[in-house]
């Protein structure tokens, strides 16, 4: 059975950074891009960034680049976010999803497993 369970989640004050995990356990990170996502109370999830599975490839959404760093550690099989420069309203649950293709990372499009979330709140 594919798992993926997020952590590093918490309250952080504008400006400051958290660095999140996602552990994928059942599968190897060799054989899936993985894609970080986001959801705020009452608005729409959002692709946050995407990492292939042994190219390197990365994508970011306009919201974050410049501030947010995605990466991997194939011996741990865990991705991080690393989010810096947070503002208010980087706030909102955290979900990892893993997919075949990397291309539908980018879209957002035929994710196939889901982790069930971290929460991120960014307030002072």
């Known amino acids: 059975q594919f798992q993926l369970v997020e952590s590093g989640g918490g309250l952080v004050q504008p400006g400051g950074s958290l660095r999140l995990s996602c552990a994928a356990s059942?599968?190897?990170?060799?054989?899936?891009?993985i894609g970080w996502f986001r959801q705020a109370p009452g608005k729409v999830r959002e692709g946050v960034s995407c990492?292939?599975?042994?190219?390197?490839?990365?994508f970011y959404g306009d919201s974050v680049k410049g501030r947010f760093t995605i990466s991997k550690d194939k011996a741990k099989n865990t991705v991080y976010l690393q989010m810096n420069s947070l503002k208010p309203e980087d706030t909102g649950v955290y979900y990892c999803a893993a997919v075949v293709l990397f291309r539908l990372c980018v879209i957002s499009g035929g994710m196939d497993y889901w982790g069930k979330g971290t929460l991120v709140t960014v307030s002072s």
């Open positions: 990492i292939g599975s042994g190219d390197g490839s990365t």
């Open positions: 059942g599968f190897f990170l060799d054989d899936y891009a």
